[in-house]
Nanobody, 119 residues
Framework: QVQLVESGGGLVQPGGSLRLSCAAS????????MGWFRQAPGKQRELVAR???????IYADSVKGRSTISRDNAKNTVYLQLNSLKPEDTAVYYC?????????????WGQGTQVTVSS
């Protein structure tokens, strides 16, 4: 079982920035693929960004160029820097860990942190 705790959400004005953090439990954090997803009211959860165990990253087109995902394996933490925020970025942001166990992978989720972009 991997526990994930997000922090850093809040209310920000359009054009502003936020940095989300996700602290993970476990001794093999460096082997996890980590990701950030978001879910707006009435919409499906969608991938925002992912960082693999080798630090290769992918981003949704909607945030490409405005966001950076990074990881600190020494701190068991993944970060999501969001810049030039827009009202449409408003959502609950969830941290995800994809954990390799034997020949398969398991997904674990945090409880979510609210990001609201509004003036």
């Amino acid at each position: 079982q991997v526990q994930l705790v997000e922090s850093g959400g809040g209310l920000v004005q359009p054009g502003g920035s936020l940095r989300l953090s996700c602290a993970a439990s476990g001794s093999r954090f460096s082997t996890y693929a980590m990701g950030w997803f978001r879910q707006a009211p009435g919409k499906q959860r969608e991938l925002v960004a992912r960082i693999a165990s080798d630090s290769v990253t992918i981003y949704a087109d909607s945030v490409k160029g405005r966001s950076t995902i990074s990881r600190d394996n020494a701190k068991n933490t993944v970060y999501l820097q969001l810049n030039s925020l827009k009202p449409e970025d408003t959502a609950v942001y969830y941290c995800n860990a994809r954990v390799p166990i034997i020949l398969t992978e398991y997904d674990f989720w945090g409880q979510g942190t609210q990001v609201t972009v509004s003036s």
